[in-house]
């Protein structure tokens, strides 16, 4: 069975950095496109970035977190990870990855198994 | 980008009824990149249907899904009392996803 579990989250100053990470488990994560989207509280869901297969050739970024966040995946360890930097109040939310369906995000649905991480930007 | 807008904003109906969700887009895209998603408070959104009209795995057959163009529609025929949740459609055809609002389905 596909598994994600998600940690590195956490309550961060506004300003400050946190490095998600999303552990998978259960497929060839090397093969699928992989993704985050975020859900503030009480809202609705956003999506954040996405990365293709293997190399991670094709990265795509949310125009709202663009030059604040880098994506990445260790293919060695089955991982993927997020950088978040300058971080504001409004990036207050439940962070969930997502396994795409095929090699490239662009036309890859996705499943999103884990629980989320929770980030939390307050002073 | 595609901006979906979901309708209505929440359904008050009782378990055994059927449930007609609504998800408008901005513009024309093809029905093969349009899913579903269902979720509950605390939990993840668990993938319903894709391709518009294909269910995911496990997925009961009182969900299907239908739509071309800038209209689609999620249909319940007989609500569950699991079914009471909130509902998201997606567009996947370009680099950058868009989520619908949601749509919550509740108990009436």
């Known amino acids: 069975d596909v598994q994600l579990l998600e940690s590195g989250g956490g309550l961060v100053q506004p300003g400050g950095s946190l490095r998600l990470s999303c552990a998978a488990s259960g497929f060839t994560f090397n093969n699928y496109a992989m993704t985050w989207v975020r859900q503030a509280p009480g809202k609705g869901l956003e999506w954040v970035a996405s990365?293709?297969?293997?190399?991670?050739?094709?990265?795509y970024y949310a125009d709202s977190m663009r030059g604040r966040i880098t994506l990445s995946r260790d293919n060695s360890k089955n991982t993927l990870f997020l950088q978040m930097t300058s971080l504001r109040g409004e990036d207050t939310a439940t962070y969930y990855c997502g396994k795409g369906s095929s090699a490239f995000p662009r036309g890859s649905h996705f499943d999103f198994r884990g629980q989320g991480t929770l980030v939390t930007v307050s002073s | 980008e595609i901006v979906l807008t979901q309708s209505p904003g929440t359904l008050s109906l009782s378990p055994g009824e059927r449930a007609t969700l609504s998800c408008r887009a901005s513009?024309?895209?093809?029905?093969?990149?349009l899913a579903w998603y269902q979720q509950k408070p605390g939990q993840s959104p668990r993938l319903l249907i894709y391709g518009a009209s294909t269910r995911a795995a496990d997925i009961p057959d009182r969900f299907s899904g239908s739509g071309s163009g800038t209209d689609f529609t999620l249909t319940i025929s007989r609500l569950e009392p699991e079914d009471f949740a909130v509902y998201f459609c997606?567009?996947?055809?370009?680099?950058?996803?868009?989520f619908g609002g949601g749509t919550k389905v509740e108990i009436k």
């Open positions: 997606q567009q996947y055809g370009t680099s950058a996803l868009t």
């Open positions: 513009q024309i895209f093809s029905s093969a990149y």
């Open positions: 990365i293709s297969e293997r190399s991670g050739s094709s990265i």
